[in-house]
């Protein structure tokens, strides 16, 4: 394709998401590139803009949207900001893709909704897991009734992110850091310690699984929750959630996410679902890997061998999560439809679907402040005005 056929994107933050996610999504597509990028940080945009060699480099996302002449924008700064840079782009007509969290407290939610409206413009949330094959492979199971009636689905979650300021690991991070690379900057470590972020890890991470278990096709009745600060000294919010929520379909759900599992930083992310026929087991994909997620089903035929059958979808590394989404995204810019691979228009989260992960994960933070259950008859009631104010010991 011409580089004029293709269309133009602009990134609104080009931090660790563009480089583990949009930016080589955008490239293996095709049939977009990136046009500018604005980011306030000096290394950050420097070494993006070489590597993608972008034309268009900005420290302030206006300067970028008044000078360039873009066809989309991927927002991927950090969430406190996500409300402002979705209201500048879509008053400039512009279709959205928007990083998750949505936002950090609901008046930034709706303000995102109302300018999506406002300014008739299409906004996808990034709620990727969506496309990652092996969660749309369950989806299909648990919508056919594979394993019947689901009682309970478990998922634990964890990454080990140590106190970097003290011992032996000061030391290194600290010897990293001369030679250029900053821990903290690389993984984008506000998310564990930057007070505007509206809570720790759990704010970060559950609407990833708010939003599948939705995907699923469950809403969310009622949540119960507990957090716990591990490391005070270093940490505003809290480094450790257990929630537990009640689902439409009768069936309970434990929600179980830290960052204080000794390990590989990057831990394990796996969920199990149990049915009256059976049972499904995913680990999911390495991310930045681009590793394949496995997923396995038990029914009751397997009781005798005792294994899971292996559950068999699509994979390669265009199929991965960031790669489909963008290409979602690009389908929908473009209005074509190349996903060929079982997943129709409908699939992306909209803006109202990553309001309620939102809801629901401040809910979770107020359960745990206030050691209450919060249902979805009480959920606004609890929660309209509701902040995760902080450092807090919930
Ligand atoms: N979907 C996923 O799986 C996934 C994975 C990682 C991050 N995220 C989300 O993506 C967003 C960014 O996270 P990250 O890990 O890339 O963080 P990051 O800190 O690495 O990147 C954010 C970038 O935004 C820049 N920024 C700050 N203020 C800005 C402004 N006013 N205008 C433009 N840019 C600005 C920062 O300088 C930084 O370079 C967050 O919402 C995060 O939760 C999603």
Not at 9 to 31: M, S
Not at 96 to 120: V, Y
Request: hydrophobic share 35%.
């Amino acid at each position: 394709m011409k580089k004029r056929d293709k269309t133009r994107i602009g990134l609104i933050g080009a931090g660790h998401v563009c480089r583990i996610g949009h930016g080589p999504a955008i490239k293996a597509d095709g049939r977009a590139y990136i046009a500018a990028i604005s980011d306030p940080d000096l290394h950050n945009r420097t070494l993006f803009a070489k590597k993608y060699r972008v034309p268009g480099v900005y420290e302030d996302h206006r300067a970028m949207l008044e000078n360039e002449e873009l066809d989309a924008v991927v927002i991927s700064s950090p969430p406190w900001l996500h409300a402002v840079h979705v209201k500048d782009a879509a008053g400039k007509g512009l279709p959205i893709l928007c990083e998750k969290p949505m936002a950090t407290n609901l008046e930034d939610c709706r303000a995102i909704i109302e300018a999506g409206k406002k300014h008739n413009v299409y906004i996808l949330m990034g709620h990727c897991k969506r496309f990652e094959p092996g969660h749309q492979r369950i989806r299909e199971l648990l919508m056919k009734g594979s394993i019947g009636r689901i009682f309970q689905i478990n998922i634990f979650w964890y990454f080990f992110i140590p106190n970097l300021t003290v011992g032996p690991l000061a030391k290194i991070a600290g010897k990293l850091k001369k030679h250029g690379f900053d821990v903290d900057r690389e993984f984008g470590f506000w998310r564990y310690g930057d007070v505007r972020a509206g809570g720790g890890d759990f704010f970060d991470h559950a609407p990833h699984y708010l939003d599948i278990i939705r995907f699923y096709g469950m809403e969310i009745e009622q949540v119960s929750c507990e957090t716990k600060r591990c490391y005070p000294d270093i940490r505003p919010y809290e480094d450790l959630a257990v929630a537990t929520f009640k689902l439409s379909n009768g069936a309970i759900l434990l929600y179980d996410k830290n960052i204080i599992c000794t390990g590989s930083p990057y831990g394990f992310e796996r969920g199990y679902i149990y049915g009256e026929n059976g049972k499904i087991a995913f680990r999911a994909a390495h991310a930045y890997k681009r590793r394949r997620m496995n997923v396995g089903i038990y029914r009751l035929l397997n009781i005798p061998m005792d294994i899971y059958k292996p559950v068999i979808f699509p994979y390669g590394r265009k199929k991965t999560m960031f790669f489909r989404q963008m290409k979602h995204f690009i389908d929908n810019v473009r209005h074509e439809n190349t996903m060929k691979d079982g997943i129709s228009g409908s699939w992306g989260a909209t803006p109202e679907d990553s309001f309620l992960t939102i809801a629901w994960t401040l809910a979770s933070y107020k359960s745990a402040r206030d050691g209450i259950k919060i249902t979805r008859e009480n959920l606004f009631r609890e929660i309209d005005t509701f902040q995760t104010d902080c450092p807090h010991d919930w």
